[in-house]
């Protein structure tokens, strides 16, 4: 058999990124405050960069204007008399709303915070309930023993060996159910639950007493979360759909329901344990205003502006004029001039 060589040309397309594109990339993915601090880490580890300070330098030109004015006594007292009339009454009411401003101008945050705890909120609301001093105990240890998302882990065998430990009362796995259903009741919904599935549970049953219309649905997405919670964490909606024998669009509409509910109810109470919750920062920004116009921007409150440093361009100058130099030396003494 005779063997046979021959060449074949295969041409194929490529793409690949460049360095500063995969960086581009990567960037793109951090939210505003990542970002933020991504930014601010550069600024502190390259030395060839400097952050932009306009505020300073537009402070300082006022300050020396205002230095060199020369405000007469007449002036001077009725600059005075006006700034007693000038206080808040004196602004217009259409500043004083929301959304009720022109396109060059934008809302400021004003920060606030809740000083009411995670616990003391379920305490005022268990203040409100009929009961004994020995329930009353044991629902304010069942919440003390909650998690910072509102969520019951411990055990109620170890909540009752706890209180005649540490607390000497004796309370039965019984008198602890009563109480932490009487908690489950607490808003916000799914408060108390010790488990996902029992916290979505609780949800839907403070949905159907909120609501009087919507029953058939409520029960799909009970029957959902109560018998194929399984397939529903797996995202087997066939499996769902054939066991509970439901239509395509009642299983879209009570899966789009119960989306909405809050896998972490403690987590919209405030403080938890002392602790802040952390702050929401958008990396966009929507901003509506009266004449229908709408504006998309960026969120780029905190970002430092920068700019190379003056010394690192200089030096860079500096090297690039020497490179200049050197090679024009070398080029002269390499070409010398032949005489006759």
Known sequence: MALISYQKQIQTAQQTLSPQQILV???????????????????????????????NATEDSV?????????????????????DYLTEDDIPDYKLQENNRSKDERAEDIPFSDTTSFYELLQEQLGEQDLT??????????????????LLRKSLKNISEELAIYAGINASLQELEDALTVIQDFDPPGIGARNLQECLLIQIKHRR???????????IQEAIIRDCYTEFTRKHWDKIIQKLKLSEDDFKAAIREIIK???????????????????????????????GFINLSLNNRGMPQLRMSREFTEMVEEHTKNNQNKHCSQNNSCHIPEYP
């Open 63 to 83: 300050s020396g204007e205002t230095d060199n004015l020369e405000v007469s006594g007449d002036a001077a007292n009725d600059y005075d008399s006006l700034k």
């Open 209 to 219: 007493k909120e609501s009087q219309t919507e029953y058939p649905l409520l029960d």
């Open 133 to 150: 001093e020995h329930q009353k105990a044991l629902a304010e240890y069942l919440i003390g023993s909650f998690d910072d998302d509102g």
């Open 25 to 55: 990339v990567k960037l793109l993915e951090l939210p505003a405050m990542e970002l933020e601090d991504r930014v601010r880490a550069e600024l502190l580890e390259n030395p060839a960069l400097e952050e932009i300070a306009n505020d």
């Open 261 to 291: 509910l809050n896998p972490c109810p403690g987590s919209s109470l405030g403080e938890a344990i002392g602790r802040n919750l952390q702050q929401i920062i958008p990396d966009f920004i929507v901003d509506v205003y009266d004449e």
